[in-house]
């Protein structure tokens, strides 16, 4: 029987293509049972290298748009600040949330032989995703009025409403490439969203600056250009599935199908499981952002600088924190605790060197990479006198990607939720306020102070439940759900 059972994974091993799903059932990559230093960073290598490309790619909309609003004005900047993380709280957190809920179901039709059932699951999310968008793009609307309500400054209210009516362009885009990049991952293809990324974001870059400068459009050119390609990259996702050369994704689409109308209900879980996981951790640190316009328009522009910097330099170790779950994941499926609690130890000390590397990075180039993003010297100025602070926070945030990647690759993602919304919400944000605006009036510096030293607290108590966590328990679970 064993005999037997392993020939069956030897002969799907060498069978393997392109198409195959990193995690088809008992299949057990190269190199699974070798924990060597070499071997184990080779294979992190192997599959970071496509994720960090594609997430830098896709955060680069954001600091395009930054980036030509920090050469209109410091009004245009703060209100682009304010109006992308409008966006983000109220919209795209949500939409990425739902689109997680793929990654499940996707997987496991392919996973079951059940193909058709991958193209069915994506109309089904379509259709969510088109329901999910009307109180969303109600939203965006009326955010001019909203807005007021919560700034000091009624200007940048109006400025930052106009910037998210224009966006509401490119939503549907936006969603559904999300949900189509999910349909190609799910067969094992993660490289054409990458190469579709790498097609769009020069476009995105000309589009934003000839309608922004060159047509004078000023703020809204920026944020059309951005919805437009946002419209454009689902087209060619499209296309590229139509190809002949990607004739394998046509045994995954049925066609439009009537059964799209029912068994939402996992789906509609899951969806809002995820929105729920995304949510709590970007609305925290975006947040944080509206309490800088009681301190002036430059405050908030400088942090605007800040936080994009911090965001690109997060999305390399969250893109790697994707493939341990990955590799993690496929150690637990084969019961290899042993090796699994080895690459634990490998990782935790690249992610602390990630971190370590990008706050240096930071900290030395503090006066290029403000310049870059402003014009304004009082903003640049603001900045760079927090850029120790941001430079130390990256070490903190590189290992909080490294314990949730773990406890994604455990099996334990609610803990996570759990602990990151908790702390979050009742001890880092309103931390970061009262250093902010209480009576040490450490300013933007508070801010990060408050934020790090919540991440601190996160990163204690994920690694304690993973010391007392008994690892055969997610095993056990793991091989419920196959069996299942």
């Known amino acids: 029987m064993t005999e037997a059972r392993d020939a069956r994974a030897s002969q799907r091993r060498n069978s393997a293509s392109e198409s195959t799903p990193l995690l088809a059932a008992d299949a057990k990559p190269d190199g699974l049972t070798r924990s060597a230093w070499g071997s184990e960073l080779r294979l992190l290598a192997a599959y970071s290298v496509p994720l960090v490309a594609t997430y830098l790619l896709q955060y680069s909309y954001s600091v395009i748009t930054t980036f030509v609003a920090g050469h209109l004005s410091a009004d245009d900047l703060a209100a682009a600040s304010i109006g992308m993380t409008t966006m983000n709280i109220v919209g795209l957190a949500t939409f990425e949330g739902m689109a997680t809920a793929l990654d499940t179901l996707c997987a496991q039709a392919y996973g079951s032989g059940n193909l058709v059932g991958v193209g069915l699951h994506v109309q089904r999310m379509l259709l969510c995703m088109a329901l999910a968008a009307i109180p969303i793009g109600a939203f965006w609307l009326c955010s001019p009025w909203i807005l007021a309500l919560f700034l000091k400054q009624r200007h940048l209210a109006v400025m930052a409403g106009y910037f998210l009516r224009v966006s509401l362009v490119g939503m549907p885009g936006y969603a559904s490439f999300e949900a189509g990049k999910r349909f190609l ?3 094992g293809d993660f490289k054409s969203a990458m190469v579709i990324l790498v097609i769009c974001t020069p476009v995105n870059a000309v589009l934003s600056w000839v309608l922004a400068f060159k047509l004078d459009m000023g ?5 059309l250009g951005a919805a437009l390609t946002n419209n454009l990259r689902p087209l060619l996702l499209l296309a590229y599935i139509m190809m002949p050369s990607g004739r394998w994704s046509h045994q995954c689409w049925g066609g439009f199908s009537r059964s799209a109308l029912t068994k939402w209900g996992p789906m509609v879980q899951l969806s809002f499981a ?16 509206f309490s800088t316009s009681y301190l002036s328009t430059t405050h908030l522009a400088a942090q605007t600088l800040l936080t994009t910097i911090s965001v690109v330099s997060w999305h390399i170790p969250f893109s790697i924190s994707v493939a341990i779950s990955t590799r993690i994941g496929h150690l637990v499926g084969a019961g290899l605790l042993s090796t699994a609690r080895r690459a634990a130890a490998i990782y935790a000390c690249v992610f602390t060197f990630i971190g370590c590397f990008d706050g240096f990075v ?16 009082s903003v640049c100025t603001l900045a760079v006198k927090s850029m120790l602070a941001v430079a130390f926070f990256q070490i903190i945030d590189s290992f909080i990607c490294y314990t949730n990647g773990m406890i994604r690759g ?5 803990v996570a939720a759990f602990v990151v919304f908790g702390v979050n919400y009742l001890a880092a944000v309103p931390l970061a306020i009262w250093l902010e605006l209480g009576p040490l009036g450490l300013g933007i510096n508070g801010i990060w102070i408050g934020l790090g030293g919540g991440m601190v607290l996160i990163a204690i108590i ?3 439940y993973m010391r007392i966590l008994r690892w055969q328990d997610c095993v056990e679970s793991a091989k419920s759900r196959e069996d299942s």
């Open 185 to 187: 991952q799910a067969q």
């Open 219 to 223: 703020l809204g050119g920026a944020a």
């Open 274 to 289: 995820g929105s729920l996981v995304n949510l709590g951790e970007w609305a925290a640190f975006e947040i944080v952002a």
């Open 362 to 377: 930071i900290f030395i180039l503090r006066n290029q990479l403000t310049r870059f993003f402003s014009d304004d010297p």
């Open 410 to 414: 455990l099996g334990r993602q609610s």
């Open 462 to 464: 994920e690694c304690l």
